[in-house]
């Protein structure tokens, strides 16, 4: 796996929840935008402190939990 070096857990940080490069802008945050349907550019001009590789680091990040869980489906 790639280093996701703009993926930070820190305990004083929104209760230790994964953020963006240490700002109090949590990567389910983020995730729950784009599954909602923003897009990348919209998500960006509403965000401006915000940058492309933030959000493509954030779906990798989801990307490697989600392949660490088996889950039965019925």
């Not at 490069?21 to 001009?45: W, Y």
């Not at 401006?48 to 680091?57: A, H, N, S, V």
Request: hydrophobic fraction near 45%.
């Amino acid at each position: 796996m790639e280093k996701l070096d703009r993926i930070t857990i820190n305990p004083e940080i929104c209760l230790g929840q994964p953020t963006i490069r240490g700002m109090r802008f949590t990567v389910s945050f983020l995730l729950k935008m784009l599954a909602n349907g923003d897009s990348v550019q919209e998500i960006l001009k509403s965000y401006p402190f915000l940058e492309e590789e933030d959000i493509r680091q954030a779906l990798q990040y989801a990307a490697w939990l989600a392949s660490d869980q088996l889950v039965k489906i019925a």
